[in-house]
């Protein structure tokens, strides 16, 4: 019977060093830092990935430090909400646009600790989502529809994370990226910025042919002032000497198709230009 008691006495030692031995082995996984907490202290310096040994009585959470996104959009099931969540802001002059974005952020491995501690592992909904749609909603207030629904998007975009990388980063969030997805503008708004855009490319086109015809009429001017000039030239010349206009007779001559060669004399044949041909 004392046998018996004793097996089981080693058996349950052996078990529990095998238990002991396990709690006390972790891994953190690849772009993962681990936070290692016992009984309510905190370890300051994060786990790196790896293999780590540790009290068998701490626990270790892991925390992401992968580019994650945030999106915030009208379609069902597309972003972090199931259901729609777009960005509903107010333009400049008071319109009302939603707004369809996308943040690509990821959190700072060596701020881990001070945001577990502070904040949690919910630091998604408590910082990221509430300073996204804040900063949106100031910038948007800045621009008129029509900036919104032209290439000033991309400026928006800009402005945006101007503004919101300085806010996340100093609670230890890194931002990567702002992307406006879509902007839904008012439908009477959209075709009245449409046709006043068409109504532009008009005028630059309009603008474009008058600026061809004043070219063309400059051009006209010039070759008259040339004509004028020419005219001059010859009326001097024929001025001083009336064989000029013989001269400019027989210089047009030369290169017309008609005109024969008499060679001088009782032989004299004529003798045509470009015979060969």
């Not at 892991?62 to 999106?71: A, F, R």
């Not at 943040?103 to 919910?122: C, F, Q, S």
């Not at 490319?201 to 020419?230: C, D, H, P, Y």
Request: proline content about 3%; hydrophobic content about 40%; glycine content about 6%.
């Amino acid at each position: 019977m004392n046998k018996d008691i004793m097996y089981i006495i080693i058996g349950v030692s052996i078990a529990g060093c095998v238990l002991l031995t396990i709690a006390s082995v972790t891994t953190v996984d690849a772009g993962h830092v681990g936070i290692h907490n016992l009984f309510g202290v905190v370890d300051d310096t994060e786990l790196q990935p790896g293999l780590h040994f540790k009290n068998p009585f701490a626990s270790v959470t892991k925390m992401s430090i992968k580019t994650q996104e945030y999106t915030m959009s009208n379609a069902q099931g597309e972003g972090a909400v199931y259901g729609s969540d777009v960005i509903p802001a107010l333009t400049k002059e008071g319109l009302s646009v939603d707004l369809d974005m996308t943040v690509l952020y990821k959190l700072n491995p060596t701020e881990a600790t001070r945001i577990y501690k502070e904040i949690g592992v919910d630091y998604i909904d408590v910082i990221v989502r509430p300073q996204i749609r804040t900063i949106i909603r100031e910038v948007v207030a800045n621009f008129e529809a029509k900036q919104l629904y032209s290439e000033d998007r991309q400026r928006v975009a800009l402005e945006i994370t101007e503004k919101l990388d300085p806010e996340l980063t100093k609670r230890g969030i890194i931002l990567e990226r702002v992307l406006i997805r879509n902007i839904a503008l008012p439908t009477q708004l959209v075709l009245s910025i449409e046709e006043k855009l068409v109504a532009e490319q008009a005028a630059e086109r309009m603008t474009f042919v008058l600026r061809q015809e004043q070219k063309e009429a400059e051009r006209k001017v010039i070759e008259a002032e040339g004509i004028r000039n020419s005219t001059m030239i010859v009326q001097e010349g024929l001025a001083r000497s009336p064989e000029y206009l013989t001269y400019l007779w027989l210089q047009k001559l030369e290169n017309h198709d008609s005109v024969v060669y008499v060679m001088e004399g009782n032989m004299g044949l004529p003798i045509f230009k470009n015979i060969d041909s």
